[in-house]
């Protein structure tokens, strides 16, 4: 089953603009993972910020972290048209299997 | 370098059949996942390898589903019987530590039960 929910589960922006993108999620974690999957590419990891953070950058990216909301959001900078893409949180605990959220497609308008 | 490869990338089935979906993980890498991805779906979780030894297997949606790592690199996901609600896209990860971290993905196999 699926550890959380994503939201929006799509959106769709003009290129230049900043796309923010939300994970809940249900149960304690030691980190939290966010993926892009493009189609035919698979997917690709973006950016781990653990439990014990609240924010991190890389590059256009920023990531925060609320453990006491159980949530997280993704902040995509200056898009571009190859972010393009569906957007995929993943918690990891004990345990060592990813648990993922639903996703959100993005589209970036030229 | 190379990454995680997975063979084949398109498979389709007649129910009933059994299928064999292989994967080659990053050399050097101990741990080893598979992932089932339906349609708009996020992956979900099916088994776990650390080097030969398959560690969890909980996400198996049944015993139709069978996976071995026999020498600690190379995996295969056999699907017995398959059925129409197998079609799904079967992701397989590698990663190098032990704890959770970055997981690396190949390009996925899409299984099509007709």
């Known amino acids: 089953s699926q550890q959380g929910e994503e939201d929006p589960q799509a959106l769709s922006i003009q290129e230049g603009e900043n796309a923010t993108m939300n994970c809940s999620y249900k149960t304690s974690i030691n980190n939290l993972q966010w993926y892009r999957q493009n189609s035919g590419r698979g997917l690709v990891h973006l950016i781990l910020?653990?439990?014990?953070?609240r924010e991190k950058h890389s590059g256009r990216l920023r990531v925060t972290l609320d453990t006491s909301k159980k949530s997280s959001s993704l902040l995509i900078t200056a898009s571009r048209a190859a972010d393009t893409a569906s957007y995929f949180c993943?918690?990891?605990?004990?345990?060592?299997?990813?648990?993922f959220g639903q996703g959100t497609r993005l589209t970036i308008n030229p | 370098g190379a990454g995680v490869s997975q063979s084949p990338r398109y498979k389709v089935a007649k129910r009933g059949q059994d299928v064999a979906l292989r994967c080659d993980p990053i050399?050097?890498?101990?741990?080893l996942f598979w992932y089932q991805q339906a349609l708009g779906q996020g992956p979900e979780f099916l088994t776990y390898?650390?080097?030969?030894?398959?560690?969890?297997k909980s996400g198996l949606p049944s015993d139709r589903f069978f996976a071995e790592r026999p020498e600690g690199s190379v995996s295969t996901l056999k699907i017995q019987r398959t059925q129409q609600e197998d079609s799904a896209v079967y992701l397989c990860a590698s990663s190098l530590e032990r704890v959770p971290y970055e997981q690396y993905f190949g390009p996925g196999t899409r299984l099509t039960v007709t």
């Open positions: 910020i653990r439990s014990n953070e």
């Open positions: 390898f650390q080097n030969e030894a398959q560690l969890d």
């Open positions: 993943a918690t990891a605990y004990l345990a060592q299997k990813l648990v």
């Open positions: 050399s050097g890498h101990v741990s």
